[in-house]
C-alpha cells in the first residue's frame, strides 16, 4: 500500500519538536525527571556534556543493544541515526530557551503536569506518523518481542533498569541517588500512558497509516480504483 511521505515526515517531525520540547520542560521543573530521560539528565550533573548530549549518547546505546541483539541492520533501524543526533540537539535547544529558576514545589508540580502532556502529545503523534521510534521505545519493543513479554511488561522492566542505573550513578559518584529522581518522575510514570491513550482517542487525524487508508476504501466501496483515491485518503 502506497504511503505518502509528504505527510508523514512533516507529521514526524511536530512530534519530535513537541517531545523535545516537553522533556525540556520537565528538566526545569527540579522534581526529576521521566524515567527514560533519568540517565541522560544524571550524565549531564556528572560530565560536562549537555543533557542533549547525553541523551543522544544514550539513544545511540539503546540503537546499538538493537544491533547486538538482531545481528542486522535494516533500513527502519538506520533510519533511527539521524534521530538520534537532531533529538539531542533539538533538547539543547529547548532548554537553552527555557532558562529560569527552579520554581518552588507548588509550581513545580503543575508546571512537570504540563511538560508530560506535552511530550506524551509528541509521541502520540510520532507513533502515528508510523515512522521511526526513537532508539529507546524501538529497543523496548525489540524487548517484548524477543521475550515474548506485553509492551507494558517491557516498558516497565526497562524503565525500572533506566531508573536503578541512574540512581547507583549518582549515589557512587555524588551520593545522591535521587539526583535526577523526584516526585516529578513518579507523576510522569502515572501519567504518561493514559496521556498517550486520551490523545490516541482525540486524535485520530494523526493515525497516518496503511490500516487508516484500508478503512476509508472500505467506506468508499463506489469509489474509482485507481491510485488517486488512495492520494485523496492519505492527503
Not at 502529545?121 to 525489540?142: A, E, F, M, Q
Request: negative net charge; glycine residues 8%.
Amino acid at each position: 500500500m502506497k504511503r505518502n511521505l509528504k505527510v508523514r515526515i512533516p507529521v514526524y517531525i511536530l512530534g519530535l519538536l513537541l517531545m523535545t520540547f516537553g522533556i525540556a520542560l520537565s528538566s526545569r521543573a527540579g522534581i526529576g525527571v521521566a524515567p527514560i530521560s533519568t540517565i541522560a539528565f544524571a550524565g549531564s550533573q556528572l560530565t560536562p556534556l549537555t543533557f542533549g548530549m547525553c541523551s543522544s549518547a544514550f539513544h545511540g546505546l539503546c540503537f546499538a543493544a538493537q544491533l547486538i541483539l538482531t545481528r542486522k541492520l535494516t533500513v527502519i533501524t538506520l533510519l533511527q541515526i539521524p534521530a538520534v543526533y537532531v533529538f539531542g540537539l533539538l533538547i539543547d535547544l529547548f532548554v537553552s530557551l527555557l532558562q529560569f529558576p527552579a520554581p518552588p514545589l507548588i509550581l513545580a508540580v503543575p508546571l512537570m503536569v504540563v511538560s508530560i502532556l506535552i511530550f506524551s502529545l509528541g509521541i502520540r503523534i510520532i507513533i502515528g506518523s508510523d515512522l521511526v521510534l526513537p532508539p529507546p521505545d524501538s529497543l523496548v519493543v525489540l524487548i517484548g518481542e524477543i521475550a515474548g513479554w506485553p509492551m507494558s511488561k517491557a516498558k516497565l522492566i526497562f524503565d525500572v533498569a533506566v531508573v536503578s542505573l541512574s540512581a547507583s550513578l549518582t549515589l557512587i559518584v555524588l551520593g545522591d541517588a535521587l539526583l535526577a529522581i523526584g516526585i516529578g518522575t513518579i507523576i510522569c510514570v502515572l501519567m504518561t500512558g493514559p496521556s498517550i491513550g486520551f490523545y490516541q482517542k482525540i486524535l485520530p487525524i494523526f493515525n497516518i497509516s496503511d490500516g487508516a487508508v484500508d478503512d476509508s476504501a472500505n467506506e468508499a466501496p463506489d469509489a474509482p480504483a485507481d491510485d488517486t483515491a488512495d492520494d485523496v485518503t492519505a492527503e
